[in-house]
Nanobody, 115 residues
Framework: VQLVESGGGLVRPGGSLRLSCVASGFTSSNYVMRWYRQAPGKERELVATLTSTGVRTVFMDSVKGRFTISRDNAKNTVYLQMNSLKPDDTAVYYC?????????WGQGTQVTVSA
């Protein structure tokens, strides 16, 4: 099982990014996929989830209406579309899944929102 995130970078406030989480070793559409983020000096927080039945939930009030989680089953990839980015969105973003009671994390991708 492997998760590899990409798509982060430096973006100006108001800009957009789409993060990707490519899964291998398992079929991601069969499991709940989650995006987390960890800002400097803060704990890791759950941003959004996507269930195997396609239910999407954004947990962070601060990103509701701006962030969307989705998947491409053919590519075994989960995305986090981030619009209207703010400096407070600066963080390392991780995807995660749980299989058989074990948690699997990607290595993270850095998102920096700055003018």
């Amino acid at each position: 099982v492997q998760l590899v995130e990409s798509g982060g970078g430096l973006v100006r406030p108001g800009g957009s990014l789409r993060l990707s989480c490519v899964a291998s070793g398992f079929t991601s559409s069969n499991y709940v996929m989650r995006w987390y983020r960890q800002a400097p000096g803060k704990e890791r927080e759950l941003v959004a989830t996507l269930t195997s039945t396609g239910v999407r939930t954004v947990f962070m009030d601060s990103v509701k209406g701006r962030f969307t989680i989705s998947r491409d089953n053919a590519k075994n990839t989960v995305y986090l579309q981030m619009n209207s980015l703010k400096p407070d969105d600066t963080a390392v973003y991780y995807c995660k899944t749980r299989i058989g009671g074990a948690d699997y994390w990607g290595q993270g991708t850095q998102v920096t929102v700055s003018a």
